[in-house]
Each structure stands twice: as C-alpha cells, then as structure tokens.
T-cell receptor, first 110, second 115 residues
Framework: GQSLEQPSEVTAVEGAIVQINCTYQTSGFYGLSWYQQHDGGAPTFLSYNALDGLEETGRFSSFLSRSDSYGYLLLQELQMKDSASYFCAVRDTGANNLFFGTGTRLTVIP | DTEVTQTPKHLVMGMTNKKSLKCEQH?????MYWYKQKAKKPPELMFV???????INESVPSRFSPECPNSSLLNLHLHALQPEDSALYLCASSQVSLSGTDTQYFGPGTRLTVL
C-alpha cells in the first residue's frame, strides 16, 4: 500500500519562504511529484524528483531523500496567488497511476 | 495544446438518473485517468486507460462505468448514484511511460451533486 503524509495547513507571510514536507511509505517508488491546486481548480504539475537532491524551477524547489523516504517543496518569495493546496504524489512501480498525499493547504497572508 | 477539457462543469442528478461525464485531450497522450475528489481531500484514482484499454480499476462500484471510445476521448457513465458520490470528478492524461516522469495534465473537473 501507499501512504504519503503532509502537514494539513501552513500559513506564511507574503515575500517569505515556506517548506512543505512529505514523508512516504510505498511498495514501489518511481519518484516524487508535486502538484498545486487552487480552490475550484485542477491540480497542476509543479516538479518531479527521481533522484536524491534539489530540483529548482523558478521560485519553487523540490527536494528528495530516498533513503529517508522524505521530500519537500520549497516556495520562495511567496505571493498571494500561491495560496492553494499542495499535494505530493508517487507513482506505482510498473503502473501508470499517481497516488496523492494528504495535501497541505497553504495560506499566504499580507 | 496542453489542455484537457471536461463537460459539463456542473451536474446535478437524482439517484435514478443516467448521465455521462466527458473528457477530451489532443496532446497525443495514450494514458487517461478518472479521479474522484471530495472537499479538502486528495484526488483518488478510479480508472486508468492505457492505449484505450482499461488497465486499472480501483474497486469502483459498478454504478460508475468508464469508456474510452478513442485515444482522445474518455467518458464516465453514471447510473443509480448515491448522495455520497457527490464530488469533483477529474480527468487527466499523460504519456505512457515506464520511467515515472510522465506528467499528468488535469482537466478542470465536473462538480457532481447527487440528490
């Protein structure tokens, strides 16, 4: 089975940096993805880590430690529009489906 | 074109109705998915089609019946639903890949209410 745990809520100030953690237990592992979902909207892909280390894409970075079964999403220079839910997700080995984490609701305040 | 479209955006149906949700993509993706999402919860996988064949059915009740008429279209037929089936139904598509790097592109969803 799959289990991905995230903090349920995080609040941060505009312009600050915030880290959203994800710990996972999976029967197979093909890398960790991150998706953003605004209220009423569709999940959109943010980043993917297959190997240990940091991946940077603009203001967003994602980190993976396979030995610790742990990853995080780092959001820098927070903007109000970053208020959304963030999901980590893993893909079953040999399958084509994503299993999503519990989700973190990020609220950015002025 | 990186868009997945879904119709209708909103649907209200009674427990005896039959309705269908539709999904379309023109990105050449050969994997398509149906997810169900309840409020404040993550998307839950329902079905996966790979090369127009059903490859995964996550023990979904038979009142949900998927169909993939061609590589661009995905339908979800609904019959005799229960109020607890009210949710956001998301369609997604991706390349078929063994490497795990296949980004899934999601449609905006159909907000379903069962009365």
């Amino acid at each position: 089975g799959q289990s991905l745990e995230q903090p349920s809520e995080v609040t941060a100030v505009e312009g600050a940096i915030v880290q959203i953690n994800c710990t996972y237990q999976t029967s197979g592992f093909y890398g960790l993805s991150w998706y953003q979902q605004h209220d009423g909207g569709a999940p959109t892909f943010l980043s993917y880590n297959a190997l240990d280390g940091l991946e940077e894409t603009g203001r967003f970075s994602s980190f993976l430690s396979r030995s610790d079964s742990y990853g995080y999403l780092l959001l820098q220079e927070l903007q109000m529009k970053d208020s959304a839910s963030y999901f980590c997700a893993v893909r079953d080995t040999g399958a084509n489906n994503l299993f999503f984490g519990t989700g973190t609701r990020l609220t950015v305040i002025p | 074109d990186t868009e997945v479209t879904q119709t209708p955006k909103h649907l209200v149906m009674g427990m005896t109705n039959k309705k269908s949700l539709k999904c379309e993509q023109h990105m050449g993706h050969r994997a398509m998915y149906w997810y169900k999402q309840k409020a404040k919860k993550p998307p839950e996988l329902m079905f996966v089609y790979s090369y127009e064949k059903l490859s995964i059915n996550e023990s979904v009740p038979s009142r949900f019946s998927p169909e993939c008429p061609n590589s661009s279209l995905l339908n979800l037929h609904l019959h005799a639903l229960q109020p607890e089936d009210s949710a956001l139904y998301l369609c997604a598509s991706s390349q078929v890949s063994l490497s795990g790097t296949d980004t899934q592109y999601f449609g905006p969803g159909t907000r379903l209410t069962v009365l």
